[in-house]
């Protein structure tokens, strides 16, 4: 799953963690509604410590210049062409666990602002995996997506023998950012202010949302569907559905899909205080994340990615691939009422949720886990509640829970790290506790929320849910693979 082992623990120690899935994992399935039978994603998590320098990027195939600047001695090679009608999707999934300081104190003076706090990463190291000429030249939600990228297909078992088989025009990369690189560009303005002849000549192209999923298809050398979407903070489940829908149509059998951002800098802490979006509870961080608790005012901002690694089932199965999780489907809706503010009576969520429920081919009873978009806002939380108890009524078997309660908001990321905490629930048995939630909201049932400890839960449906500015909403279901 995309959430280390900070998502049971403080949201300040390890509070960011770089997550990946790959194709080998547990697995997650699609349905696929235009069909009589169940086109399956697969999906594969797995926790474990960064292996710094353990695996490089992989040089592309392709003779070009770009490919020479990752540090790699391996070589993927297309031997064979395999396509296959099934939609279905294998993933595994990594999590990098980053050492945190004692305090979640941003490295940039930002004493004159109203919130001075975030989930910073404070150690990451691209070590044997990017080139260090490149590595500085690059914007750090591009690190982070490039390692996560190449963890996930080392957990999902795609070695170089198995890389050499894959057909790699039907292989593809989806990974989106709300932010982009925010950095890059920023720095580029204060280099323009001295001379334009100041400026990194990576700038532009680096600072773009797709430039992430473009490195990584070259460096790969797969040729299948790459771009990149951006929803705002809604990003990773548009990534993750959009790439399960390339599968469906028989476009793609192996997807790397998912987000990554990484904005805490002035302009990135300025630009959310100005929204008035952000916690100001600075003397006790610890605290500060705690959504759907009375004293709630707002999100804490994190930074990090979270990558799965969708497979077609048959194409997942001939190869061996360790199966976590099924995708079942997912759905996107738009508010059409607002930049920043929920909708009042919530017909964009509820209608969201009712057509994952219909895509996905289950009814609202089969769903007993909530990955919840909860970001710690007065409104946001309570509106999104409301939207649940419209849809699944006084089911006393759901559970409800948030992970931003934990790590923080991850913006364009926090989609995808949210649905490996969701696979792992499934895997494990276990959901993470809403740490926090210590006066809760009188207008929300706390039968529904899971309480301030970790509990047993075996889930035979999960749902998660992101919303972005904007007004777009975004759910997608996962289930046991059976």
């Not at 998590?45 to 790699?72: D, I, Q, R, T, Y």
Request: proline share 4%.
């Amino acid at each position: 799953m995309t959430t280390a082992s900070s998502c049971y623990a403080s949201p300040l120690r390890d509070l960011l963690v770089v997550a990946c899935m790959s194709g080998g994992g547990d697995p997650l399935a699609l349905s696929d509604t235009r069909t009589s039978r169940r086109s399956k994603l697969l999906e594969k998590c797995s926790a474990f410590p960064s292996p710094h320098g353990s695996a490089g990027l992989v040089s592309s195939c392709n003779n070009n210049a770009l490919s020479s600047v990752f540090e790699s001695n391996n070589t993927y090679f297309n031997r064979k062409q395999r396509r296959f009608n099934r939609a279905s999707c294998t993933s595994g999934q990594v999590t990098l666990e980053m050492e945190k300081e004692a305090m979640p104190y941003p490295e940039f003076d930002c004493s004159a602002f109203p919130t001075r706090i975030a989930g910073e990463i404070k150690s990451f190291s691209t070590e044997g995996l990017v080139a260090l000429k490149l590595s500085k030249r690059m914007d750090k939600f591009m690190l982070y997506l490039l390692t996560a990228g190449k963890k996930a297909l080392a957990d999902g078992g795609v070695t170089e023998d198995v890389m050499a088989e894959l057909d790699k025009s039907r292989c593809g990369v989806l990974i989106g950012s709300a932010m982009r690189g925010m950095k890059i560009f920023y720095d580029a303005l204060e280099a323009l202010k001295i001379s334009y002849k100041k400026m990194n000549p990576f700038c532009v192209p680096f600072a773009t949302t797709n430039m992430g999923s473009a490195m990584l298809a070259i460096d790969l050398g797969w040729m299948g569907p790459n771009y990149s979407i951006s929803t705002a903070c809604a990003t990773g489940n548009f990534c993750i559905l959009n790439a399960a829908n390339h599968i469906i149509r028989g476009e793609a059998d192996v997807m790397l899909c998912g987000g990554s951002d990484s904005v805490i800098i002035p302009i990135g802490l300025g630009g959310f205080v100005a929204c008035r979006a952000l916690s100001q509870q600075n003397d006790d961080p610890t605290k500060a994340s705690r959504p759907w608790d009375s004293n709630r005012d707002g999100f804490f901002m994190g930074e990090g990615v979270g990558v799965l690694l969708l497979e077609e089932l048959e194409h997942a199965k001939k190869r061996g691939a360790t199966i976590y999780a099924e995708f079942l489907g997912g759905s996107f809706t738009s508010d059409a009422y607002h930049i920043t503010e929920p909708r009042p009576d919530g017909a964009g969520v509820i209608l969201c949720i009712e057509k994952t429920l219909a895509h996905a081919g289950i009814s609202k009873e089969d769903i007993n886990y909530i990955n919840a978009h909860a970001t710690s806002t007065p409104a946001g939380d309570l509106k999104e509640y409301q939207a649940f108890a419209h849809c699944f009524g006084q089911n006393p078997e759901l559970r409800i829970n948030s992970t931003k309660s934990m790590i923080g908001h991850l913006l364009g990321a926090s989609g995808a790290v949210e649905a490996v905490a969701t696979i792992q629930a499934i895997k494990t048995g276990w959901v993470h506790p809403n740490i926090n939630l210590e006066n809760p909201d009188k207008a929300v049932d706390t039968k529904l929320l899971v309480g301030l400890k970790k509990e047993r839960l075996d889930i035979k449906a999960a749902l998660s849910n992101s919303f972005g500015f904007g007004g777009h909403n975004s759910s997608i279901i996962f289930a046991p693979y059976k």
